[in-house]
Structure formats: structure tokens, C-alpha cells
């Protein structure tokens, strides 16, 4: 147990008794405790191989390359359609987490493995997302934008490229666009400052 987690598993949360629970599963499958983006994250040799968050209705276990391991009960969940890697599954009593504790250890022993065998999630391009059009029309005007935009990191033209298109109107794709130009010349992501 890392000290710096004990935050999370103090906080009086409607998950307290869960997360306690979910937390000696993981330290029993050997799993070093660390604290990232304020959750219990659980590593093995510094890779990150699962992480216990929760959420209004349940809370879960994350795995980081979750995409990759079988699922013959099919439990793993793939949070949106954009995530490609991570899986969770989700938790909503301690009675359920104990009923499944041999298949939760299962799943993280699988996922260890995973990370000793250097596997990879193949993940798809920035070419693979959708342009909105509005998008590409603003950048076939702009050499200069185009130019700021092919240099930005995958990851920071992916995040503009979903953000764009999940506006249902092209006004508000318009007005998306136009708010961050100056954020793409400036070689910045939509959520940097």
C-alpha cells in the first residue's frame, strides 16, 4: 500500500467499502501502488496496468490495455467509441466485487502478462478519424493553419478532430473551430493553457 493513495480510500465516497475491497484484490495479484490523475493507479515494473475509479453509478477497475486481453465473460467495457485501448469493468457492491474476485484476479494476472509480452494496442491514425468538412475547408484556405495543425502531436489533432465533429450542427462545428484557431497556431492542444 503506497501511502499517497490513502487519500481516495479514506474519502467518504458512496464506493469507501468498494475500493477498499478492489484495492486488496489488485495489491494481492503483486501490483505496485501509485497515486496518478488522483486515483489509485497499479503498475508492474513502472507500466501502468490497471487503475480503480468510480463514477455516479458504479465504480470499476481500468485496464490501460484492456483492447487486448480476452474477455470470456465478457465483462470489459469500452467507455465511449473513441477509447481504444482501455477497458473497465464496472462494480456496484462489495457483495458482487467478492463473487467475482477470482475472475477480477484473472483478468489483472491476464493483463500483467500482456505488459511482460510487450504487446501493444494497435491504435488507429489521425488519418482514421473523421475531417469535418467545415474543419477541412478552414484548413484548404489556410496554409498557415494547416501547416500549425499537421504539426501538432497525434494525440492534440485527434482531440480537435473529435471535438469538431461531435458538434451536431455546423454552426456550432463553425464556432468550435474558430474558438481554438489561435490555440493551433500556438502549437497548443484544446486542453492546454
Same mark, same amino acid.
Given at each position: 500500500?503506497?501511502?499517497?493513495?490513502?487519500?481516495?480510500?479514506?474519502?467518504? !465516497?458512496?464506493?469507501?467499502?468498494?475500493?477498499?475491497? +478492489?484495492? !486488496?484484490?489488485v495489491?494481492?495479484?503483486?501490483?505496485? *501502488? *501509485?497515486l496518478?490523475?488522483?486515483?489509485?493507479?497499479? @503498475?508492474?515494473?513502472?507500466?501502468?496496468?490497471?487503475l480503480?475509479?468510480?463514477?455516479?453509478?458504479?465504480?470499476?477497475?481500468?485496464?490501460?490495455?484492456?483492447?487486448?486481453?480476452?474477455?470470456?465473460?465478457?465483462?470489459?467495457?469500452?467507455?465511449? *467509441?473513441?477509447?481504444?485501448?482501455?477497458?473497465?469493468?464496472?462494480?456496484?457492491?462489495? @457483495?458482487?466485487i467478492?463473487?467475482?474476485?477470482?475472475? +477480477?484476479?484473472?483478468?489483472?494476472?491476464?493483463?500483467?502478462?500482456?505488459e511482460r509480452?510487450?504487446?501493444?494496442? %494497435?491504435?488507429?491514425?489521425?488519418?482514421?478519424?473523421?475531417?469535418p468538412?467545415?474543419?477541412?475547408n478552414?484548413?484548404?484556405? $489556410?496554409?498557415? +493553419?494547416? %501547416?500549425?495543425?499537421?504539426?501538432?502531436?497525434?494525440?492534440?489533432?485527434?482531440?480537435?478532430?473529435?471535438?469538431?465533429?461531435?458538434?451536431?450542427?455546423? %454552426?456550432?462545428?463553425? $464556432?468550435?473551430?474558430?474558438?481554438?484557431r489561435?490555440?493551433?497556431?500556438?502549437?497548443?492542444?484544446l486542453?492546454?493553457?
Open positions: 500500500m503506497n501511502p499517497k493513495a490513502d487519500f481516495f480510500f479514506d474519502k467518504d !465516497t458512496q464506493w469507501q467499502k468498494e475500493y477498499g475491497k +478492489l484495492r !486488496t484484490i495489491l494481492d495479484c503483486g501490483l505496485t *501502488e *501509485e496518478k490523475w488522483g486515483c489509485p493507479c497499479y @503498475q508492474f515494473e513502472g507500466r501502468n496496468i490497471v480503480i475509479h468510480g463514477f455516479k453509478e458504479y465504480c470499476a477497475l481500468l485496464f490501460f490495455k484492456g483492447a487486448l486481453l480476452n474477455d470470456p465473460d465478457g465483462i470489459l467495457i469500452q467507455q465511449t *467509441e473513441n477509447v481504444q485501448a482501455a477497458r473497465q469493468i464496472r462494480l456496484t457492491s462489495v @457483495q458482487q467478492a463473487k467475482m474476485e477470482r475472475t +477480477l484476479k484473472t483478468y489483472i494476472y491476464e493483463a500483467i502478462e500482456v509480452a510487450g504487446l501493444q494496442v %494497435k491504435m488507429k491514425k489521425t488519418t482514421q478519424f473523421a475531417m468538412e467545415e474543419f477541412q478552414k484548413l484548404d484556405k $489556410s496554409a498557415t +493553419l494547416k %501547416k500549425a495543425f499537421e504539426a501538432l502531436t497525434p494525440g492534440r489533432q485527434r482531440g480537435y478532430l473529435l471535438y469538431f465533429a461531435a458538434a451536431k450542427q455546423p %454552426k456550432t462545428r463553425e $464556432s468550435r473551430i474558430e474558438k481554438y489561435q490555440h493551433i497556431l500556438n502549437g497548443k492542444g486542453e492546454d493553457v
